[in-house]
């Protein structure tokens, strides 16, 4: 044995016997407190991670990390290419292929919550195949987004200064300071912050929507009640490339890659349950008020968008010409053209608030999905240290030192890397829905093979194992059209954007390459519903809860309370919102 790790386990250490238990695919001797590894990488009692964040940590981050400028800026390019009908529809449809996403993995999540997130679900119930390639296309995504965030935190800020005045990498240098600070501090002051950054999200959204409801009823300065004058003139769909019928289909389904890049981060809880605190509980109700959330924030924030600003708008117009910041929302030309003046400046605040959060969490993602590729043996053993705090500081290292690219926004072309980022990132995310959604198919048919009942799961999916096929039909349908522009452009105007189209579809390839290199190279198979393995590690997280309920049970008992009061005043009243 070298550092308590073994590279096979002798037949009496299976099943565990007296003076062990299992924990993940290892198990750990009682008298010396050592892991014992069963197959694949793993890690110590010195390299595991910590289970800081809590219940209202873990909603907040669910929530907060899907809330950016996808939604608050990305918005206004659709309505204008494709009218209010068209991005409440794709919209409304994105948004629940994401809810059965999230339910496809909240019902793994729940009965085994891993360090390893989905891609030790993909490894696991599936193929270890598909969890090298989930994982590191996953990571690749958070590498790219992060840079993304950054730069597009430095236009913001060109909103208030000029780049002739001050260099846009002095800004990016800041921020990227501070977020490695936040993620180096550990996981406690990492959940806490964010949870804070993601309550301000929530009720900036919030007061921009009860704002557009106001606007659209006639409560403005101006005391004109649009309603939905727009939605009749110019009407609720726009041809877009093609005139007719086929331009106004070309016109929403170019809405619904802007919805997906809208809603890419929500998925990110997955990762979080291995340092969540009881997340049998937190991650189903995380997953369940997701429908709500998506309902309010998004589906709720486009209607009433297309009911104040009109999609033939020269403000808007003028407004998708602009980098990003306040002058790139259409919520400000709504606020613009009802006649309120200075709260733009207050907006442009909330959406670097925004990006700030964004690239804040996505460093975090990145860096505990480099930990858990390396837990599981697909990266360098090096990646799954960690300090006394519990923070994988190899893995954050490696994953900032990729936020680097952000300094590509110093040059004039910045507008143009943030698109090309934003395309590679699409693409990617789809490709984690993908596997999460294939994953979930897997898992359900072992559990229907191996006589499981529902009621032995935490959480079971709402459409079960038919919901996840129907979202992956059109997951995989979005991700081979999302650049169709290209084609099209390319016959009517006989040129070929090669730009947009390998940004746009490497992703592709790369996977593919990943997967198939992979299974070439390491010989695996594809496991049967009949073998996949549901009990290892389960009884520690057995215990885990327990002992935290029964935790929990004492500390109210001694403080004399019955479940009432404030804390229950939050979670009945408040919690569903935050």
Aim: glycine share 10%; charged share 15%; with cysteine.
């Amino acid at each position: 044995m070298n550092n308590g790790v073994r590279d096979s386990v002798s037949p009496d250490l299976w099943p565990p016997g007296k003076g062990q238990h299992q924990m993940g695919e290892k198990y750990i001797d009682s008298d010396q407190d050592r892991p014992v590894q069963i197959r694949g990488h793993e890690i110590s009692a010195e390299e595991s991670l910590h289970r800081g964040l809590k219940a209202r940590h873990i909603t907040m981050i669910a929530i907060g990390g899907a809330i950016g400028t996808g939604l608050i800026i990305g918005t206004g390019a659709a309505l204008l290419r494709a009218g209010p009908g068209s991005i409440f529809i794709a919209y409304s449809v994105v948004g629940f292929v994401v809810f059965l996403v999230m339910a496809a993995l909240g019902e793994m999540a729940a009965y085994l919550p891993m360090s390893a997130g989905f891609t030790g679900y993909a490894t696991r119930f599936c193929d270890p195949s598909l969890g090298f390639a989930l994982g590191w296309t996953y990571w690749f995504k958070y590498i790219i987004v992060t840079p993304n965030q950054l730069t597009a935190a430095a236009l913001v800020i060109q909103y208030w200064v000029d780049r002739d005045r001050v260099n846009p990498g002095v800004f990016i240098t800041v921020f990227l300071v501070v977020i490695v600070c936040i993620n180096y501090f550990g996981i406690k002051f990492f959940g806490e912050f964010e949870f804070w950054l993601s309550s301000l999200k929530v009720i900036t959204i919030v007061g921009v929507i009860i704002l557009s409801l106001v606007i659209a009823l006639g409560g403005g300065p101006d005391h004109d009640r649009r309603g939905f004058r727009y939605w009749s003139n110019p009407g609720a769909f726009k041809e877009y490339i093609m005139e007719g019928a086929s331009g106004r289909f070309l016109g929403f389904w170019s809405t619904m890659v802007t919805a997906v890049f809208a809603f890419l981060g929500t998925e990110l809880v997955g990762v979080t349950v291995g340092e969540a605190q009881n997340p049998r509980k937190v991650v189903p109700r995380a997953i369940k008020l997701t429908f709500y959330r998506i309902v309010i924030f998004y589906v709720l924030s486009v209607l009433l968008l297309g009911m104040c600003v009109s999609s033939s708008s020269e403000t808007l117009k003028a407004a998708t010409k602009a980098s990003t910041g306040a002058s790139a929302s259409p919520f400000v030309v709504a606020i613009t053209d009802a006649g309120i003046n200075g709260l733009d400046h207050v907006l442009n605040g909330a959406i670097l608030m925004f990006v700030f959060s964004a690239s804040n969490s996505d460093l975090y993602i990145a860096s505990r999905t480099l930990y858990g590729l390396a837990a599981s043996g697909s990266a360098p053993r090096i990646f799954t240290r960690t300090d006394a705090r519990g923070v994988p500081i190899y893995a954050l290292g490696a994953s900032a030192m990729f936020a680097l690219l952000a300094y590509l926004n110093v040059s004039t072309g910045s507008a143009k890397v943030f698109t090309y980022f934003v395309n590679l990132v699409t693409m990617f995310g789809l490709e984690s829905w993908i596997s999460i959604l294939v994953t979930h198919i897997f898992f359900v048919k072992a559990r229907r093979a191996q006589h499981m009942p529902d009621s032995s799961m935490p959480y079971v999916a709402p459409l079960g194992i038919w919901g996840s096929y129907g979202a992956l039909a059109l997951c995989v349908l979005v991700g081979l059209t999302k650049n169709y522009s290209v084609f099209v452009h390319m016959e009517s105007y006989g040129k070929f954007d090669y730009e947009n189209f390998i940004t746009g579809y490497i992703g592709i390839p790369v996977y593919l390459a990943l997967l198939f290199g992979h299974k070439f190279w390491t010989k695996s198979k594809t496991i049967k519903p009949h073998e996949a393995d549901f009990l290892t590690g389960k009884d520690v997280i057995d215990r885990a809860e327990e002992e935290f309920l029964a935790a929990k049970a004492a500390q109210r008992e001694a403080k004399g309370g019955n479940g009432k009061g404030g804390g229950w005043f939050y979670r009945t009243f408040i919690s569903w919102l935050f």
